[in-house]
């Protein structure tokens, strides 16, 4: 198996679908969301009904932890493969957290894992840009149009709380880059709680070191703000030809 690690915005989507194209990929699971839809919303909640909003589904994913403290890598433990397959690996997108990590590298023996990083901006700078509908926070009324568009984009960075996972400095340089792309403050305030949340539950570098600590040998790490998408993709698949 071929495990992706990392965070929303760290570059996941771009990486799955480069390696799909790899022939000697036996399948492709259900990826994270299929999974959390399936089986652990409905854990939690007693109802097949979707749960749309981001915020939400990490309330009860949270929950599901209580009961279940590997998370996501307790459930890739309780699949089976179907009969039938082609030799070759199978891919997973994907874990995080300290505790997924650490329950997959030690119930998936023969996995591999690749790990994206990615800071707050740059994870944020792909959520205003991808305008994926999953991408959705309910944060109430939205803020009345400003005069000074960057005043008004400080706001809704500082109402999400993404000011608090970046220096002050940061956070205004942001700011000004979103304001002069003409992004909603309301859209940009949503997809910021969304990575404030998602900060709130699953930690990148204590993933990260569980794993090199638990599977160092089979554990990539690659800083996908130091590399562009065609740079990780091909990082990626060299990685996974050489297993």
Same mark, same amino acid.
């Given at each position: 198996?071929? $495990?992706?690690?990392?965070? =929303?915005?760290?570059?996941?989507?771009? =990486?799955?679908?480069?390696?799909?194209? /790899?022939?000697? /990929?036996?399948? =492709?699971?259900?990826?994270?969301?299929? !999974?959390?839809?399936?089986?652990?919303?409905?854990?939690?909640?007693?109802?097949?009904?979707?749960?749309?909003?981001?915020? +939400?589904?990490?309330?009860? =994913?949270?929950?599901?932890?209580?009961?279940?403290?590997?998370?996501?890598?307790?459930?890739?433990?309780? !699949?089976? !493969?179907?009969?039938?397959?082609?030799?070759?690996?199978?891919?997973?997108?994907? /874990? %995080?957290? +300290?505790?997924?990590?650490?329950?997959?590298?030690?119930?998936?023996?023969?996995?591999?894992?690749? $790990?994206?990083?990615?800071?707050?901006?740059?994870?944020?700078?792909? /959520?205003?840009?991808?305008?994926?509908?999953?991408?959705?926070? &309910?944060?109430?009324?939205?803020?009345?149009?400003?005069?000074?568009?960057?005043?008004?984009?400080? %706001?809704?960075?500082?109402?999400?709380?993404?000011?608090?996972? $970046?220096?002050?400095?940061?956070?205004?340089?942001?700011?000004? +880059?979103?304001?002069?792309?003409?992004?909603?403050?309301?859209?940009?305030?949503?997809?910021?709680?969304?990575?404030?949340?998602?900060?709130?539950?699953?930690?990148?570098?204590?993933? %990260?070191?569980?794993?090199?600590?638990?599977?160092?040998?089979?554990?990539?790490?690659?800083?996908?703000?130091?590399?562009?998408?065609?740079?990780? &993709?091909?990082?990626?698949?060299?990685?996974?030809? &050489?297993?």
């Amino acid at each position: 198996m071929i $495990v992706l690690v990392g965070l =929303t915005g760290a570059g996941k989507t771009t =990486t799955v679908g480069r390696l799909q194209a /790899l022939p000697r /990929l036996a399948a =492709t699971l259900p990826d994270r969301r299929a !999974l959390t839809d399936r089986l652990i919303l409905p854990m939690m909640t007693g109802s097949p009904d979707p749960v749309s909003d981001r915020l +939400e589904r990490f309330r009860l =994913t949270a929950a599901f932890k209580d009961r279940h403290p590997g998370g996501m890598g307790d459930v890739l433990g309780w !699949l089976m !493969l179907p009969p039938g397959l082609p030799p070759g690996p199978v891919l997973f997108d994907g /874990l %995080r957290g +300290e505790a997924e990590a650490a329950a997959a590298a030690t119930g998936l023996p023969e996995a591999r894992f690749l $790990v994206l990083e990615c800071s707050a901006v740059g994870r944020l700078r792909r /959520l205003c840009g991808r305008n994926d509908p999953f991408d959705r926070a &309910a944060l109430g009324q939205a803020e009345p149009a400003a005069t000074d568009a960057v005043a008004a984009m400080r %706001r809704a960075l500082a109402a999400s709380g993404f000011d608090t996972l $970046v220096a002050p400095a940061v956070a205004g340089r942001i700011a000004v +880059e979103l304001a002069g792309a003409g992004i909603d403050p309301a859209d940009v305030a949503g997809k910021a709680a969304i990575i404030v949340e998602e900060s709130r539950h699953y930690d990148p570098a204590a993933a %990260r070191a569980a794993l090199l600590l638990r599977a160092p040998s089979r554990t990539l790490v690659i800083d996908t703000d130091a590399l562009g998408s065609d740079q990780v &993709a091909a990082t990626a698949v060299a990685w996974s030809a &050489a297993a």
